[in-house]
């Protein structure tokens, strides 16, 4: 999506055959698909596709980056907090000019998928339904004219609109398919 048409300046090293190598360091953003059907434990997956569209293969030759052992990215999970890296795959085709210039240039395409770290809203949310639950019981279990059970079930109720409202803003209003917060059951005849 964002893209920085002027390439930074970069030391090259030229052989003595006349090849040029240059490997620029430069940051591109893409837009990743998110599926929050089964949200907090949600996935995205994002692909980042790079192409000359001005010059062939014999002029500018794009090659993969090597990720260590069996084509894998190692990255140090600790830094990331929300989100972590399930897969990267990559993929390489042969495309026709975009400008009608009759040549072939390749087409390299990167597709990560990254997986939330859920840990910590499932903890969230299952202490306060348990709290929740364990307040409702209470409000049942006391007896019917006493003033205890009415502040218990006051809260309660104040309680279970904030949780609400809570889970409301925490749920993400964006990506191709939105939040099951209940289970759909199917029946059949």
């Excluded at 620029?24 to 996935?43: A, L, R, V």
């Excluded at 910590?120 to 339904?129: L, N, P, R, V």
């Excluded at 019917?144 to 609400?164: D, G, Q, Y």
Aim: net charge negative; glycine share 4%.
């Amino acid at each position: 999506m964002d893209v920085d048409i002027e390439m930074p300046k970069v030391q090259c090293w030229v052989n003595h055959t006349g090849s040029v190598v240059c490997v620029p360091s430069i940051s591109y953003t893409t837009f990743c698909e998110s599926d929050y059907t089964w949200w907090p434990y949600d996935i995205m997956n994002c692909t980042i596709h790079i192409a000359s569209w001005a010059h062939s293969t014999n002029e500018i030759d794009l090659r993969f980056a090597d990720f260590g052992e069996e084509g894998q990215l190692t990255v140090d999970e600790s830094e990331h907090l929300q989100w972590a890296l399930v897969k990267v795959s990559r993929s390489e085709r042969l495309i026709d000019s975009k400008f009608g210039l009759g040549f072939i240039s390749k087409y390299l395409s990167y597709h990560v998928l990254l997986k939330r770290h859920s840990s910590m809203y499932s903890t969230i949310y299952i202490t306060m339904a348990i709290v929740l639950m364990s307040m409702t019981l209470m409000a049942l279990w006391l007896e019917p004219k006493s003033t205890e059970r009415m502040i218990v079930a006051n809260l309660n109720f104040v309680l279970h609109f904030f949780s609400v409202q809570e889970i409301q803003w925490m749920l993400p209003y964006t990506g191709a398919r939105s939040p099951e917060l209940r289970k759909s059951i199917r029946c059949d005849k």
